[in-house]
T-cell receptor, first 112, second 115 residues
Framework: DAKTTQPTSMDCAEGRAANLPCNHS???????VYWYRQIHSQGPQYIIH???NNETNEMASLIITEDRKSSTLILPHATLRDTAVYYC?????????????FGTGTLLAVQP | DAGVTQSPTHLIKTRGQQVTLRCSPK?????VSWYQQALGQGPQFIFQ???????QRGNFPDRFSGHQFPNYSSELNVNALLLGDSALYLC??????????????FGEGSRLTVL
């Protein structure tokens, strides 16, 4: 079973920041937070991952709370092409099987 | 650099038939995972292949089997198809020998419809 809880859906205006929350209250010390997204009719796409420090790359920023029980994915300037289902996943880094367990994710709808 | 490629993209089968889906991993990757995604659900882990062996398996019956070839490509076989097997089947590749980078590369999937 997925170890995270996400809202089913969210809306965001084009050009504004999209903030997607994720709760992972049972996360253990060696587990990372991963974010993937799936645009309609495509395979999931990796966005970012982190352990306890905030992370930023060309796609997004990941903010993890100090107690690591929740995190927020931030898309700084959402575009219509960012409309997708966003999955927050908690998993051990470097585990023997490189396996990720997906939940049902958050459907982000970017509105013009 | 080709990414993960899957074939066929779409196929229709009838109950009781058998199906084989194929996957070529991203160049340089040696590990292939298969996921099933039913409509409106997240991908569900079926199994993973590394060094031509099944390394871990999710909660799927023995009707689901796979194979990995020496060139790292993989096949997913499903026997005795049920209506509930209708789904998008996703292949994902990663590097097992070079260490986990946190990123799985997914193909576009094979859409299976069972009538």
């Amino acid at each position: 079973d997925a170890k995270t809880t996400q809202p089913t859906s969210m809306d965001c205006a084009e050009g504004r920041a999209a903030n997607l929350p994720c709760n992972h209250s049972t996360i253990s010390g060696n587990e990372y937070v991963y974010w993937y997204r799936q645009i309609h009719s495509q395979g999931p796409q990796y966005i970012i991952h982190g352990l306890k420090n905030n992370e930023t790359n060309e796609m997004a920023s990941l903010i993890i709370t100090e107690d690591r029980k929740s995190s927020t994915l931030i898309l700084p300037h959402a575009t219509l092409r960012d409309t997708a289902v966003y999955y927050c996943i908690v998993e051990t880094y470097g585990g023997a099987t490189n396996k990720l367990i997906f939940g049902t994710g958050t459907l982000l709808a970017v509105q013009p | 650099d080709a990414g993960v490629t899957q074939s066929p993209t779409h196929l229709i089968k009838t109950r009781g038939q058998q199906v084989t889906l194929r996957c070529s991993p991203k160049s340089g990757h040696d590990t292939v995972s298969w996921y099933q995604q039913a409509l409106g659900q997240g991908p569900q882990f079926i199994f993973q292949y590394y060094e031509e062996e099944e390394r871990q398996r999710g909660n799927f019956p023995d009707r689901f089997s796979g194979h990995q070839f020496p060139n790292y490509s993989s096949e997913l076989n499903v026997n005795a198809l049920l209506l509930g097997d209708s789904a998008l089947y996703l292949c994902a590749s990663s590097s097992g020998s070079m260490g986990w980078t946190g990123e799985l590369f997914f193909g576009e999937g094979s859409r299976l419809t069972v009538l």
